[in-house]
């Protein structure tokens, strides 16, 4: 079976704060990681990769130093990674991103599944997966639980839909974004680090590599949201502060859980 | 459309000053050049606080889009059991508001499978049609189905604007559909805001919700977003219908599906504290597990539900599903008590929605009292009991 997950390095942490005055935001030097999200999608296609003797495959898109990311996929297990690096997909959103990822997987060539992360913790729109199997023509599943078994016309998933939990079985090639917590993530294996030659291993591809990549739909230019303003969170304006003994503040509070109707 | 770096306005001293100003990373400066590299978001921050001229945005002619040849804003009416989810009440009700600015009609879809006479009950809620795409293929939710005749609804009836409430469901659909349509898709927006030439204003916490970002779909239609559950207010239910149901055809092309549902099991009925209208919260100022019974007490009283913040839960004293914050539950009460809780920015973010926060904490300096509406710097243990007993006082006299 020929996997292929997609993975994302993301910021080590989004404390992020902005300078209200200059509009800057001020990051924290905190190094970037692999979204932890991608972990349970790894450690599922790891799993059906060693059930059936198949290979895994990694893809990102995201600047050079998103080899790091891919780096530590293959230490975990996979067989080879793929980044899409280029001027040409910055500033994407999910739409952007998702055309490239596409053009990624057809360079790829075959699979049969594709696995994804819930969401990631920086753009935590949760939309990459979906987009993503529109685009290469397959159906999808998200917020998958548990794999329930698996033959050569496809695989049976449970998923979460809120207040149910369905069981359903999906033909071959499709895509799964994969539930926090439906599995225990592998660690990085001290073994493989020792014999992985990242820079073999991993392909950097750009927009030149992937054949018919249209350009007006790469980056960008190729994003239909677009971003006019980011501001900070407003704080609550009319804020009260009532300082005094307990009893007095124990008659404040009844007095206006009272008048607003709460008792 | 982009960024134009003047090298001959590149010193070491300008390249510095640009880097120095990027978030991200992005400019990189080596033997005398100034190169972007693909780290870049396009924020723009180097055109607006780098020194002037150094480097400006370009843009560049967009195809222009016939705006007025898309009308409406639709709402995706989700199936929920013998009713519909009350999100799609909520998008009917902030729908109403937007399609109001510019004095068009709003929609709902309805896609399902037996649907009986609950496209009866939207137009109560602010739909003025109500399209129905009724066929036992979509009896349970499988995505080609559902984005067959989602699909089939935009191109016929061409709204301007998609609002999809932000479900399992939802968050599913909503992509492969935006994907199919060529459009752009906005997640989980918490403000949503009318331009008067049918551009939707779309605001949406990023970075963990530290930033707020504003978001338009300027180039093309239909524009989209998903919202979540109890962000927007429903309209009170109006007596008259003045409403138009319209069923519509279901094609065989329509029913195709590569995914069969074996079965579907209800999740056992849990402690849901994101559907409280009160809630009693309560912290580290507690010092011991016993003393909980106050806060349990006063939870009776206002009907609450008690919850509380992740080291109570750590500490065994109340049950994980009672957690609000970031790796607990979102909740949206219009009044949340919080009680000896020092307010972490975890914490404050599953919260920070409701409509009313009384905090009560003896520290003055304790964050919660930055995101409380009516803050009581005192002690819980003093104002606690003394609250009750008010309360209970109250109730003889009525």
């Known amino acids: ?263 | 459309m982009g960024l134009v770096i003047h090298q001959e306005k590149i010193t070491k001293e300008i390249a510095g000053q640009l880097q120095a100003v990027c978030p991200f990373g992005a400019l990189e400066y080596e033997s005398g050049t100034l190169r972007v590299n693909a780290a870049c978001r396009s924020c723009r921050l180097c055109v607006k606080n780098g020194p002037a001229g150094a480097i400006t945005w370009e843009d560049e002619k967009k195809p222009i889009l016939d705006k007025s040849a898309w009308r409406g804003v639709a709402v995706f009416a989700e199936r929920r059991e013998n009713d519909v989810h009350p999100v799609t009440l909520e998008l009917l009700g902030k729908a109403k508001e937007l399609a109001a600015v510019t004095n068009e009609p709003v929609y709902a879809v309805l896609i399902g499978s037996e649907t009986g006479t609950l496209a009866n009950e939207l137009p109560h809620y602010g739909a003025d049609r109500v399209f129905v795409y009724d066929d036992p293929a979509f009896r349970r939710f499988t995505v080609s189905p559902y984005a067959a005749a989602f699909c089939d609804f935009i191109q016929k009836v061409k709204p301007s604007s998609i609002l999809v409430g932000a479900t399992s469901l939802g968050r599913s659909l909503a992509p492969k559909v935006a994907a199919r349509c060529g459009t752009g898709l906005t997640a989980d927006c918490t403000v949503l805001d009318m331009k008067p030439n049918t551009d939707l204003v779309q605001i949406r916490p990023a970075f963990g919700g530290n930033i707020m970002a504003q978001i338009v779909t300027p180039n093309t239609r239909p524009q989209f977003c998903t919202a979540r559950y109890k962000i927007f207010s429903a309209q009170p239910r109006s007596a008259e219908s003045g409403g138009e149901i319209v069923p519509m055809p279901v094609t065989d092309e329509m029913r195709l599906s590569k995914t069969q549902v074996f079965s579907i099991e209800e999740k056992p009925k849990e402690i849901d504290i994101s559907e409280a209208d009160v809630i009693v919260a309560c912290g580290r100022g507690f010092s011991r597990e016993a003393d909980l019974h106050m806060a349990k007490e006063l939870a009776g009283l206002l009907h609450a539900q008690l919850a509380g913040t992740r080291p109570m839960i750590e500490a065994g004293w109340l049950n994980p599903k009672r957690q609000i914050g970031l790796s607990g539950r979102t909740v949206k009460p219009k009044l949340l008590l919080a009680l000896g809780i020092s307010g972490s920015v975890q914490f404050a973010a599953g919260m920070k929605g409701s409509e009313r926060i009384v905090a009560v904490n003896n520290d003055p300096n304790a964050g919660i009292f930055e995101i409380a509406h009516v803050g009581l710097v005192g002690d819980l243990y003093e104002i606690v009991p003394k609250l009750i007993e008010r309360i209970r006082e109250g109730a003889r006299n009525v």
């Open chain 1, 1 to 263: 079976m020929n996997l292929i997950v997609c993975c994302k390095q993301v910021p080590g942490t989004n404390k992020v704060e902005m300078d209200e005055e200059t509009g800057v935001l001020k990051r924290s030097g905190v190094a970037a990681k692999l979204n932890p999200y991608d972990l349970f999608a790894l450690e599922t296609a790891f799993t059906l990769a060693e059930e059936t003797n198949g290979s895994v495959k990694t893809l990102s898109m995201g600047p050079p130093q998103a080899k790091e990311a891919l780096t530590e996929t293959l230490w975990m297990g996979a067989d080879e990674g793929v980044l899409l690096c280029d001027k040409a997909f910055a500033g994407a959103d999910v739409a952007a991103t998702s055309y490239a990822l596409s053009l990624g997987v057809r360079k790829m060539g075959g699979f049969d599944l594709i696995l994804c992360g819930k969401q990631t913790t920086d753009g935590d729109t949760a939309q990459v997966g979906p987009e993503l199997a529109e685009r290469l023509g397959i159906e999808h599943a998200t917020n998958v639980v548990r794999i329930d078994g698996m033959d050569e016309s496809g695989i049976t998933v449970t998923i979460d839909l809120d207040s149910a939990l369905q069981t359903q079985k999906m033909a071959f090639p499709c895509l799964l974004t994969i539930d926090k917590d439906a599995n225990t993530p592998r660690l990085p294996s001290y073994n493989r680090k020792k014999v992985i030659d990242a820079e073999k291993q991993i392909r950097v591809l750009t927009a030149c590599d992937l054949a018919g990549a249209d350009r007006t739909r790469l980056g960008l230019k190729g994003s239909p949201t677009q971003v006019e303003r980011i501001f900070p969170p407003e704080n609550n304006a009319e804020k009260q502060t009532l300082t005094g003994t307990g009893e007095e503040l124990a008659d404040a509070l009844y007095g206006m859980l009272r008048e607003k109707k709460f008792v």
